[in-house]
């Protein structure tokens, strides 16, 4: 493998699953989504290889597929099984590796762990996926402040949705934290818009700040 990223997001619905899209597509990369908790027919994989194209053989199939759409943790309990960290391992792969964590960096896994916890144990950098709300400058501060108390690299965030320069400029003056990119919000996510987003959005900065 390259090199590997850790896809998170400051919350749950603040564009992950476009983000990993544009992030795969982007990077040429690998996709993997470690649990899918919920959407079995037709998960986030299925989404990602929808939205860029790329054959199956680029996706690696998920460690725990729960089938209720709930914290892995629950979802688990559900299905009468335990999650446990050191039942994952990184798939094989000579390309970049995307991996896409489960809602935000600490929902938990089991009484234990929560995501932020396998990030640090496939030891991979964490690109934060941040959406614009009343509230998400704290949770964007909160999820960066988890990742420096566990000693994580944020490799930079990508701002998802409609933007807000001054929140912007507030975490970034208190945080340092690069922006990789920019993704407008979508009227519809198809294949033909996330190419369109790469080509407008994946700039030369964008690749530089990932070198």
Request: some cysteine.
């Amino acid at each position: 493998m390259k090199k590997g990223y850790f896809v998170s997001g400051i919350g749950t619905d603040v564009g992950k699953t476009v983000a990993s899209a544009f992030l795969q597509l982007a990077l040429d990369a690998d996709y993997w989504k470690p649990v899918q908790a919920g959407d079995l027919d037709f998960g986030d994989r299925d989404r990602v290889q929808s939205w860029t194209g790329l054959p199956a053989e680029r996706y690696h199939p998920e460690r725990y597929r729960l089938n209720t759409p709930a914290s892995p943790h629950y979802a688990a309990r559900v299905d009468g099984l335990d999650i446990s960290l050191a039942d994952f391992t990184l798939p094989p792969t000579e390309r970049t590796l995307l991996v896409e964590g489960a809602g935000g960096l600490l929902v938990p896994l089991n009484e234990n762990d929560c995501m932020i916890d396998l990030a640090a144990r496939l030891g991979m950098p964490v690109i934060l996926v941040v959406r614009h709300y009343l509230g998400s400058i704290n949770h964007t501060l909160l999820s960066l402040e988890a990742l420096r108390s566990r000693g994580l690299t944020c490799a930079g965030m990508v701002l998802s949705g409609q933007p807000n320069e001054e929140s912007t400029r507030i975490i970034q003056s208190l945080t340092g934290v690069r922006i990789l990119a920019r993704l407008p919000e979508l009227p519809a996510v198809h294949l033909e818009a996330i190419h369109t987003m790469v080509t407008e959005e994946a700039d030369e900065a964008f690749y530089e700040a990932l070198d």
